[in-house]
Antibody, heavy 122, light 107 residues
Framework: EVQLVESGGGLVKPGGSLRLSCEAS????????MTWVRQAPGKGLEWVGR??????????DYATPVKGRFTISRDDSKNTLYLQMNSLITEDTAVYYC?????????????WGQGTLVTVSS | DIQMTQSPSSLSASVGDRVTMTCRAS??????LGWYQQKPGKAPKRLIS???SLQSGVPSRFSGSGSGTEFTLTISSLQPEDFATYYC?????????FGGGTKVEIK
């Protein structure tokens, strides 16, 4: 069974830092391209960024509002995805989801974690 | 960045109604678009990929169409479990971008 479990959320002051983790199981994590998506309270979904697999060069892409402040990384030995968030602002308050697509033959199925809440407030 | 504009932002409909919502891209994205359904307190789930390809297990009352800059998600006969918010996501270029969502409410 595919599982994605986020952790590391919490309350942090503006200007502070936080690192989120997403522990994966049930699939070959090292082959997966992993994505972070966030959702501010009562708002829509926002794509945050993606890291490709090592074989695809571990290429990183970020949304404009987080570029230069957030860093995505992965540890394939631990089947874990990370999101390092620095210089946090109140607008970063959101539930953060990790997600991936897994290929089954010709089909791709998307999997999501349950999300972890980050609150940026003084 | 490519801007995705969804309309309407919300709609009220009854069980059995045909419902249509639109997603417009600020520039051409071929058919590099997915539709997602999200229910309150839950993670999203993709219904359609490549603008019109139904994901496995998704009821056939859902359909998607479009290419380029204009896309449509249609629910042919709305069911009680379909009341949710629907989002489009373009993956033609990075950063990927979601539309603002269409909330489908019970009339």
């Amino acid at each position: 069974e595919v599982q994605l479990v986020e952790s590391g959320g919490g309350l942090v002051k503006p200007g502070g830092s936080l690192r989120l983790s997403c522990e994966a199981s049930g699939f070959t994590f090292s082959n997966a391209w992993m994505t972070w998506v966030r959702q501010a309270p009562g708002k829509g979904l926002e794509w945050v960024g993606r890291i490709k697999s090592k074989t695809a060069g571990e290429t990183l892409d970020y949304a404009t509002p987080v570029k230069g402040r957030f860093t995505i990384s992965r540890d394939d030995s631990k089947n874990t995805l990370y999101l390092q968030m620095n210089s946090l602002i109140t607008e970063d308050t959101a539930v953060y989801y990790c997600t991936t697509d897994i290929r089954y033959g010709l089909r791709y199925i998307d999997y999501w974690g349950q999300g972890t809440l980050v609150t940026v407030s003084s | 960045d490519i801007q995705m504009t969804q309309s309407p932002s919300s709609l009220s409909a009854s069980v059995g109604d045909r419902v249509t919502m639109t997603c417009r891209a600020s520039q051409g994205i071929r058919n590099d678009l997915g539709w997602y359904q999200q229910k309150p307190g839950k993670a999203p789930k993709r219904l359609i990929s490549a603008a019109s390809s139904l994901q496995s297990g998704v009821p056939s009352r859902f359909s998607g169409s479009g290419s380029g800059t204009e896309f449509t998600l249609t629910i042919s006969s709305l069911q009680p479990e379909d009341f949710a918010t629907y989002y489009c996501l373009q993956h033609n270029s990075y950063p990927q971008t979601f539309g603002g969502g269409t909330k489908v409410e019970i009339k």
